[in-house]
């Protein structure tokens, strides 16, 4: 069956740094992508990765370890406006996004 | 301001009604979605359009329908409403579904409560 996994919460202070971690079973893979929402609104696109390596935008950085099936999100110089749900969703090989269940990070001061 | 419009944002409904929600897009996207989320889950497809005219069954089609008569509107239809479908229902729209980053851009969502 297809599957992703991601943690369910996790806590960060303000200023650090963050890593959230998605691991994926699908049939065939066509690109990993991750999502940012905020609580009661819709999700926005934050990156997308089909190859192996790091991707960096700004604070935030995606990776991709495609023969592990891992990915992560890293938020560095963290903000209380970062407090939000990270969703992982991967692409399989009929272009079809399979979706993790989202990984709601709280933001301390 | 492009993207797409939901309505209603909520809406509370007796089990056994019908009930259309409207989703409305201006970026001349071909590939249309519904998606379903609840909590603990990850959001899923419902129904899709690769295309005006055409419409395919998502991983949780049951109990609902859409069409596709242009290439903006894109109707999801409960006919007979029933608790379970209870959530928060998103419409979201793609340049294409078959190729490439396939980004979605999503509504605001509606949040459908069956009684």
């Known amino acids: 069956g297809q599957n992703i996994d991601q943690p369910t919460e996790m806590t960060a202070t303000e200023g650090a740094i963050v890593q959230i971690n998605c691991t994926y079973q699908?049939?065939?893979?066509?690109?990993l992508f991750w999502y940012q929402q905020h609580a009661g609104e819709a999700p926005t696109f934050l990156s997308y990765?089909?190859l192996d390596g790091l991707e960096e935008k700004g604070r935030f950085s995606s990776f991709l370890s495609r023969s592990k099936g891992y990915s992560y999100l890293l938020l560095k110089e963290l903000q209380m406006k970062d407090s939000a749900s990270y969703l992982c969703?991967?692409?399989?090989?009929?272009?079809?996004?399979?979706w993790g269940a989202g990984t709601k990070l709280i933001i301390k001061p | 301001i492009a993207g797409i419009t939901q309505a209603p944002t909520s809406q509370i409904l007796a089990a056994g009604r019908r009930m259309t929600l409207r989703c409305t897009q201006d970026?001349?996207?071909?590939?249309m979605y519904w998606y379903r989320q609840d909590l603990g889950l990850g959001l899923r497809l419902i129904h899709y359009?690769?295309?005006?005219?055409?419409?395919g069954k998502g991983e949780v089609p049951d109990g609902y329908s859409v069409s596709r008569a242009n290439t903006d509107d894109f109707p999801l239809t409960l006919a007979s409403a029933v608790p379970s479908q209870t959530s928060v229902y998103f419409c979201?729209?793609?340049?294409?579904?078959?190729?490439?980053?396939?980004?979605?851009?999503f509504g605001a969502g509606s949040r459908l409560t069956v009684l």
């Open positions: 970026m001349r996207h071909n590939a």
């Open positions: 969703a991967v692409q399989d090989s009929n272009y079809q996004l399979i």
């Open positions: 699908t049939s065939g893979f066509n690109g």
């Open positions: 359009s690769n295309t005006a005219g055409t419409t």
């Open positions: 990765n089909v």
């Open positions: 979201a729209s793609s340049d294409s579904r078959s190729s490439g980053a396939n980004v979605l851009t």
